[in-house]
């Protein structure tokens, strides 16, 4: 798995590079910006750990010309910014997770695989279905009336988890659970943003809606018969 780190902070970079190249990653680090944004748009990665605060391009600018050109590998955010709105944005950019300044360097690793192994699929099942809409597991590829859709590796992993309990209502605190790894906070509405997201993606384009709200329960998705 080849990773790229893009943090401006000279120690911290090389500390990440360390133990992630320990930790069997191969691993490139670039201190700045614009360097991190030519090798995210040149090179093939597996995961990106960007700093948000950077010389030249910040990672917002960098996240958002990846997802643009339909790079699809998990991005995590390495960052002193801890509010609501900054996680909110990340999301909507289409980041994948957070970690906040100061870390231990084991938890960055957990998060780390935790984002790689996302769609780690039993040999056996190869793909998902619902209406028009598929899911193919194995190359982590989502289509629908036979379009790709481009989703990050969160979005995956949250229609997925939709997908596979068709027809049942989940509540936000599974969803924060089962996706995001995270207990559920109430005073925060990222699950919403992310839903919104995948709606925007899935459905908005389409007559037959999908993703379904019902209020005060949380989220599912269904045809409206019931039928797949």
């Known amino acids: 798995m080849k990773l790229l780190i893009v943090e401006d902070e000279v120690k911290t970079g090389e500390y990440l590079k360390q133990g992630l ?3 069997g990653f191969v691993v490139d680090l670039t201190h700045n910006g614009l360097d991190g944004y030519h090798l995210a748009m040149t090179e093939p990665y597996d995961l990106f750990i960007l700093d948000v605060m950077l010389p030249d391009v910040d990672g917002w600018q960098i996240l958002k010309s990846l997802r643009k050109a339909g790079k699809e590998a998990p991005v995590l955010f390495l960052t002193a910014r801890d509010n609501v709105d900054d996680r909110v944005k990340g999301l909507e950019l289409g980041a994948d997770d957070y970690l906040v300044k100061p870390f231990v360097f084991a ?4 998060r ?4 790689l192994r996302r769609g780690a699929l039993p040999a056996t099942e190869l793909s998902l ?3 028009d809409l598929e899911l193919d597991l194995a190359r982590h590829r989502i289509s629908r009336g036979g ?9 995956f992993a949250l229609l997925e988890l939709l997908v596979r309990h068709q027809g049942e209502v989940l509540p936000r605190s599974l969803i924060a659970s089962q996706v995001w790894d995270i207990n559920f906070d109430s005073d925060t509405n990222v699950i919403d943003v992310a839903i ?3 709606r925007a993606k899935i459905d908005d384009d389409f007559d037959l809606k999908l993703i379904q709200t019902v209020r005060g329960m949380g989220y599912m998705i269904d045809t409206p018969d ?3």
Do not use: P
């Not at 938890?107 to 957990?110: S, W």
């Not at 780390?112 to 984002?115: A, C, G, S």
């Open 21 to 23: 190249s320990e930790a």
């Open 226 to 228: 019931g039928d797949s």
């Open 107 to 110: 938890e960055l690793l957990a």
């Open 112 to 115: 780390v695989r935790t984002l």
């Open 129 to 131: 279905r619902i209406a």
């Open 196 to 198: 919104r997201r995948l």
């Open 147 to 155: 379009r790709r859709i481009h989703l990050t590796t969160k979005e």
